[in-house]
């Protein structure tokens, strides 16, 4: 080894340290960066998440509107349900639930007040998700939530996001979202922890998001992050429904009717009778729907009357009940998916998929393939007229 070599090996070897040292601290600057520029917006603690920030539910706010100029508060536990002995018997796994059923609207730690201030919306996609499920958010923006451009308005589009359960990953999985949401700009998310009982809170929150900051949309187009959508059959639908004046109380989707809630303990969608003791109002399956921005507003109103529910589905049912509104049933929205047998037409056919309008249950490597074969410029399909039935 050269004398020459040797002295480079020996610099290198001292200034390594140094090198390395300087990476850690800008990397440990640029996350404190994006951790302020959040907070300056949307302020937030971590004692305000263990305790449930919340903004008072009270019936003197007539207007929802007003809920955004209302200071945050503790929202604690209503601990005069336990004197009941229906709460007493009640399953453990709601009692949270129950506690803080009271607690409706939360601060806000993203948020994009001028998503809607560029020009008239005609049609607000709004994409429920989570935070570990990055992949599929990008598969739906290279897709179905793509921003663009139509005769009648823009399309927007925005991802529904809690906080990520308290762990080891939380922290790190809140950083990775702070920097998706700086590339993108299409993240809202609330303080509250995103959990299957805390749906229902999204939809609240989205309603009175709406409310405030894109108050004119024309339509909302509600759906899971692991839903295919046709957005041209979409757009068609709504051009139908707007040319034939059919569309002030438009709420169309996959409706179930005369449903009862389901009493098994294992099943996910249990729901004691202390809970509901009838049968479920119409409702749409929460994998897809299409609503007037007219609406969504009646909705915010409505339900201020109407006591949270675990479902978020059927919440949204019970609000549109109480507006004497029933959600109308389409049968190009498949929010219960479609049927997968081995030789089935559908795996082998994308016309299939042209006929549709959403489809549920896709992974994101399915819906950019199936995206990708539907908008080819050299599929010939037989037309049909199941958009505008």
């Known amino acids: 080894m ?127 998700s989570v935070i570990e499920q990055h992949e599929r958010r990008e598969a739906v923006r290279q897709t179905w939530g793509r921003e663009h451009e139509t005769d009648s308005g823009s399309v927007r589009t925005v991802f529904l996001l809690g906080t990520a359960s308290t762990g080891k990953d939380a922290r790190n999985l809140q950083q990775l979202l702070l920097y998706e949401d700086r ?71 996959d409706v179930i009717s005369r449903a009862a809630p389901i009493r098994n303990r294992q099943s996910k969608y249990f729901i004691p009778k202390e809970l509901h003791a009838g049968p479920y109002p119409p409702y749409a399956g929460g994998g897809g729907f299409l609503m007037s921005g007219p609406l969504a507003h009646l909705l915010l109103r409505a339900s201020d009357a109407v006591p949270l529910f675990p479902i978020d589905d059927v919440f949204l049912g019970m609000c549109l009940q109480r507006l004497g509104t029933a959600p109308e049933a389409h049968a190009a929205f498949r929010t219960f998916g479609v049927t997968r047998r081995r030789f089935s037409p559908m795996n082998r056919e994308p016309c299939f998929y042209t006929q549709l309008i959403v489809v549920h249950k896709l992974s994101a490597q399915e819906l950019l393939r199936m995206w990708n074969v539907t908008h080819n410029p050299g599929l010939v399909c037989a037309r049909s007229s199941v958009m505008t039935e």
């Open 2 to 128: 050269t004398p020459w070599v040797r002295r480079r090996r020996l610099l290198w070897g001292a200034l390594k340290p140094v090198v390395s040292l300087t990476l850690i601290c800008a990397s440990v600057l640029m996350l404190h960066r994006l951790r302020l520029t959040v907070e300056k917006d949307a302020p937030s603690t971590t004692a305000a998440l263990r305790n449930f920030v919340a903004l008072p539910n009270t019936t003197a706010l007539r207007d929802p509107a007003d809920l955004r100029d209302t200071r945050v508060v503790t929202c604690t536990e209503n601990a005069s349900v336990h004197a009941h002995a229906w709460f007493r018997r009640l399953d453990a796994r709601f009692h949270q639930f129950v506690l803080r059923r009271h607690c409706r609207f939360f601060p806000l730690r993203i948020n994009h007040p001028e998503k809607c201030a560029r020009g008239p919306v005609h049609v607000l996609i709004v994409v429920k």
């Open 183 to 253: 590339v993108h700009g299409d993240i809202l998310q609330w303080d509250f922890m995103d959990t299957f009982y805390n749906l229902t809170l999204k939809e609240l929150n989205f309603l009175q998001w709406f409310h405030t900051y894109c108050p004119s949309a024309h339509f909302i187009f509600k759906g899971d992050d692991d839903v295919y959508v046709n957005t041209r059959n979409l757009l068609q639908l709504v051009r139908y429904r707007t040319e034939e004046r059919r569309h002030e109380r438009l709420f169309v989707g």
